[in-house]
Each structure stands twice: as C-alpha cells, then as structure tokens.
C-alpha cells in the first residue's frame, strides 16, 4: 500500500547542487520516519539524513553542513537539498520510510536516483 518514486538526480559539477525529491503514497507517511541513504559501486548502502515524523533530523558526519532534509506532508513528500557536491557524493541514492507496525518497523524503499558529480 506503500510506493515511494525518487527524483531530481543527474549530473553535476563538484561544487554544484541538486535536489532530490522522494513521493510517497498511503495515509501513513505522515507518521513515519523518513530517511535517505545512498550507495555506491563496492560500498555498503549508508544513511545520509533522516527526518521523524515530529520533524527532528540527524545527518551522517560526512554530509553535515551541505545536505538538508525536509518534508511536506500535506503534498506526502521528502526532500534532499545537496550543496558543495564532491565526487564521493556520487551513489544511487534511496528513500526509506519506516512504517511503525505493532510488532516491529516495516520498511518500504524507492527504487532510486542516480546522482554523478563529475568534470
């Protein structure tokens, strides 16, 4: 009942910026925990943000200070605004939302948006 599509990925010159966006489906979003993660070729998958469903976030140390996590609700939607893009920031990057079932969390994933930066 859950769908998530990302976008706003492509290419970009180190110093440039993007903004992904993560739609979601379902009556629940508005109280799940959102999250980006991102992997590349030969890594494991990292968190890079995450926002709770109250509007608290944390960020991975390597991204602090260039990456923003947000959300808008009423449109059922997560954004990352990426500044100071770096080589290493290229990775297919992902959204998460952790349903809170009874029992434990279940988690639905987008299928992802590659982002390259690159000369």
């Known amino acids: 009942q859950v769908q998530l599509v990302e976008s706003g990925g492509g290419l970009v010159q180190p110093g440039g910026s993007l903004r992904l966006s993560c739609a979601g489906s379902?009556?629940?979003?508005?109280?799940?925990?959102m999250s980006w993660y991102r992997q590349a070729p030969g890594k494991q998958r990292e968190l890079v943000a995450a926002i709770t469903s109250g509007g608290i976030t944390n960020y991975a140390e390597i991204v602090k200070g260039r990456f923003t996590i947000s959300r808008d609700n009423a449109k059922k939607t997560v954004y990352l605004q990426m500044n100071s893009l770096k080589p290493e920031d290229t990775a297919a990057y992902y959204c998460k939302l952790a349903a809170d079932t009874g029992l434990r969390p279940i988690y639905y994933w987008g299928q992802g948006t590659q982002v390259t930066v690159s000369s």
């Open positions: 379902g009556s629940i979003f508005s109280i799940s925990d």
